[in-house]
């Protein structure tokens, strides 16, 4: 009886340590990216840059989350060795390429709902407009990070952890 205990207990140590923290990162990173946006947005919202800067930087989050998540194992991969952290900042630049054009391009689509038919703006739960700038969004900052997550990778293999 002592025998089957002990092996329980084993047996739940070692489901444990066999979770990935990091691989949680991506399955949450739009949660993530929605607070980055709601922290970054609320207390500021009185000034012209609070939406873009909140846009920016919960898309830049979004992105980093869904790609350090899908190309790490834990959260040993990224503070165990310092190279790491130094390309993930490189890759941070490359990630700027698209995220200043697609920061002018939310700034844009915020400024011109108010141009719109009301058809396009109406919102029961979510309006039309709503969904043509999110799903795209979505869309591209998916593919971002999956592309981010492949470079992670190969770096990763080529530093040998």
């Known amino acids: 009886m002592f025998d089957e205990m002990s092996q329980t207990e084993e047996a739940k140590e070692t489901s444990e340590d066999d979770e990935k923290p990091a691989r949680s990162w991506s399955q949450w990173s739009h949660v993530i990216g929605g607070i980055t946006f709601c922290l970054?947005?609320?207390?500021?919202?009185?000034?012209?840059?609070?939406?873009?800067?909140?846009?920016?930087?919960?898309?830049?989050?979004?992105?980093?989350?869904?790609?350090?998540?899908?190309?790490?194992?834990?959260?040993?991969?990224?503070?165990?060795?310092?190279?790491?952290?130094?390309?993930?900042?490189?890759?941070?630049?490359l990630h700027s390429i698209i995220l200043v054009p697609a920061t002018l391009l939310a700034y844009l689509w915020f400024r011109a709902t108010p141009l719109l038919p009301s058809w396009a703006t109406e919102v029961h739960r979510i309006s039309f407009w709503q969904l043509c700038g999110i799903i795209p969004l979505w869309f591209i900052g998916t593919r971002e990070g999956i592309w981010l997550a492949g470079k992670m990778k190969r770096r990763l293999k080529e530093l040998d952890l």
Do not use: C, K
């Not at 207390?43 to 350090?68: C, D, E, K, N």
């Not at 503070?79 to 630049?93: I, K, N, Q, S, T």
């Open 40 to 93: 970054l947005y609320f207390p500021f919202r009185g000034h012209v840059w609070a939406q873009p800067a909140a846009f920016a930087a919960s898309y830049t989050v979004f992105v980093f989350a869904i790609g350090l998540g899908l190309s790490l194992y834990n959260l040993d991969d990224l503070f165990g060795d310092p190279r790491v952290p130094e390309y993930a900042l490189r890759l941070l630049l």
